[in-house]
């Protein structure tokens, strides 16, 4: 049997305070995949300046000797704030992810990463000194640029929710983004992530995070997998981006029962939003709570 595995103060939390759990592998109806497309949405945001909200990329593999002690790094970075300051995305990708990949993650990759594996990449925010030319860092300096981030401004707030029908696997996600200064440029863009936690694999060197292998059966727990980008590889421009604008978002997506052959389990996903100036540097990010119906 799994061990359970517990996270303190993880941000992705509805609480500051949450026992996450590493759970076995459940099975799903097969649907068919679907586009999400987008409407206006009533949800309320909040109007007050406020600073950034962390994103932390980690370009891993589960090939790669070490990128275990970079989930770690990632871990302690989430339990090391308030939920919802740091929002965490593992992205399978590269020479040293040998499963796991989605549609996504080359590019992210081949943008950001001339670094190896793991690398991280906070904000999507090159740090002078820090980070490489793709804007790429040591998974070791995670937690030090991302307190730089959380101390600067943000020129919008987000909030955002989600609902799943069980029976039809259809996934509804509702933004809505704040301006409280003006942004840059005449338009940002918007970007809704779906992530995965507990897929039970291998993951070589998986013992440098313990408390997500299991010695035992020499399986590892995933978490925080990037599966899809429901607003594709960069995101939707938004406008305007002046101060006082509120735009809102509707979008819907049919969840598979596998991607990149690992079941889509339904009460394991995560759904994560945020906005960027462009590719580059994102201004704040949100996770939605999931209502399972």
Known sequence: MKKTFRLLAFAFAATSMLLIGCNKKDDNASKPDETGTDTPTTLEVSTTPSNKVAVIELITGNGCPHCARGHRNVNQALAA?????????NIHAGSSAGAY???FGTAINDTFNSLGYPAAVVNRHTFAGYST?????????????TDTI??????????????????TRKLTVEVAVYYTSNGTGSTNKLNVAILQDSVWGYQS????????????????????MLRHLITGQWGEDIAPVTAG?????????????????EDMVLKHLKVVAFVAENQRD???????????K
Do not use: F
């Open 81 to 89: 704030h308030p939920a919802g300051q740091v929002i965490a995305i």
């Open 101 to 103: 990949k989605t549609q």
């Open 133 to 145: 030319t793709g804007g790429a860092l040591s998974d070791g300096r995670i937690s030090e640029v």
């Open 150 to 167: 959380l101390a600067q401004p943000a020129c919008a707030n987000i909030a955002a929710k989600a609902t799943i029908d069980q029976a």
């Open 205 to 224: 060197g998986g013992s440098e995070n313990p408390d997500y292998y299991d010695a035992e059966n020499d399986s590892y727990c995933h978490m925080l």
């Open 245 to 261: 604008s509120k735009i809102g978002k509707k979008y819907t997506y049919t969840i598979p029962a596998q991607i990149s052959n």
């Open 282 to 292: 994102i201004i704040t990010a949100c996770e939605a709570p999931i209502t399972l």
